[in-house]
């Protein structure tokens, strides 16, 4: 279930309106930030992903084999296009997505991260992301502890 949740998920903010400019960095980091929100507020994962510690941040371990096979299915496509002067790897959905897999809290919570984070850049994403404890003290290509992703960045009042 986990997986057709993360598929769902990919393909929701691939068409979703309130999300602008989305490449793979910025869905991976909407992914990690729906995560970790479904975490502290609902006690558990929506996706059930592990996050591996990137330099631009967390990624979903199984993320990049789930973006293939969607695309393979052509219910996803990227392609690239120029934003300024940064070359964009966009990712599109090609239909609408199933949401009934998800609860309503589950839905209420992926349209508010939509709706505060869908609009930023994909870099001030990975810049939010590296204020997250659980990526912060991550080893570089490392799992991201459950833990500390539960214990995010809003309460670290100190800053890391």
Same mark, same amino acid.
């Given at each position: 279930?986990?997986?057709?949740?993360?598929?769902?998920?990919?393909?929701?903010?691939?068409?979703?309106?309130?999300?602008?400019?989305?490449? +793979?960095?910025?869905?991976?980091? #909407? /992914?990690?930030? $729906?995560?970790?929100?479904?975490? @502290?507020?609902?006690?558990?994962? &929506?996706?059930?992903?592990?996050?591996?510690?990137?330099?631009?941040?967390?990624?979903?371990?199984?993320?990049?084999?789930?973006?293939?096979?969607?695309?393979?299915?052509?219910?996803?496509?990227?392609?690239?296009?120029?934003?300024?002067?940064?070359?964009?790897?966009?990712?599109?959905?090609?239909?609408?997505?199933?949401?009934?897999?998800? +609860?309503?809290?589950?839905?209420? #919570? /992926?349209?508010? $991260?939509?709706?505060?984070?869908? @609009?930023?850049?994909?870099?001030? &994403?990975?810049?939010?992301?590296?204020?997250?404890?659980?990526?912060?003290?991550?080893?570089?290509?490392?799992?991201?502890?459950?833990?500390?992703?539960?214990?995010?960045?809003?309460?670290?009042?100190?800053?890391?």
């Amino acid at each position: 279930m986990h997986s057709r949740k993360l598929e769902e998920l990919m393909i929701h903010l691939g068409s979703h309106p309130g999300v602008e400019n989305l490449g +793979s960095t910025k869905l991976w980091k #909407l /992914i990690y930030f $729906v995560d970790a929100k479904a975490l @502290r507020e609902l006690g558990e994962s &929506l996706t059930g992903s592990e996050f591996i510690k990137y330099e631009h941040g967390p990624v979903p371990s199984r993320g990049e084999k789930h973006l293939k096979q969607l695309v393979k299915k052509g219910e996803l496509v990227t392609k690239q296009r120029l934003v300024g002067s940064m070359t964009l790897n966009e990712v599109t959905a090609e239909r609408s997505a199933d949401l009934s897999v998800f +609860s309503e809290d589950e839905r209420v #919570l /992926i349209e508010s $991260v939509c709706i505060q984070l869908g @609009r930023k850049s994909a870099k001030l &994403l990975s810049d939010l992301s590296h204020d997250e404890p659980a990526w912060h003290y991550a080893g570089m290509l490392g799992k991201l502890s459950p833990e500390l992703i539960c214990y995010g960045a809003a309460e670290d009042s100190d800053g890391l």
